[in-house]
Nanobody
Framework: VQLQASGGGLVQAGGSLRLSCTAA????????MGWYRQAPGKERELVAD???????NYEDSVKGRFTISRDSAGNTIYLQMNRLKPEDTAVYFC??????????????WGQGTQVTVSS
């Protein structure tokens, strides 16, 4: 499975960006997909993820501002980011879990996409 992310860029505080991530390859066992981010000097953290059934989960600081969604085929996810803040500046990584029998057997990462929010 390969994850291809796009949509990062530079935006002023209060602006919006939309990230996309498409998974290609053997998809039958991919379940949860999501976005992580890593700012300079900080650990990678979960931003939002979404199950194959569409159940979404958000990190507290992005609730009400970010929306994660997944297409009907289940292989593309989006992250709509509104009311962006300088503290959202980070490299954003797409992530996918592969499960078998309810147990995670593998995980995949896309290349990072830079999001920079200027004040």
């Amino acid at each position: 499975v390969q994850l291809q992310a796009s949509g990062g860029g530079l935006v002023q505080a209060g602006g919006s960006l939309r990230l996309s991530c498409t998974a290609a390859g053997s998809m039958f066992s991919i379940t949860d997909m999501g976005w992580y981010r890593q700012a300079p000097g900080k650990e990678r953290e979960l931003v939002a993820d979404i199950s194959i059934r569409g159940r979404a989960n958000y990190e507290d600081s992005v609730k009400g501002r970010f929306t994660i969604s997944r297409d009907s085929a289940g292989n593309t996810i989006y992250l709509q980011m509104n009311r962006l803040k300088p503290e959202d500046t980070a490299v954003y990584f797409c992530h996918a879990d592969e499960e078998l029998g309810g147990i995670r057997i593998n995980e995949y990462w896309g290349q990072g996409t830079q999001v920079t929010v200027s004040s």
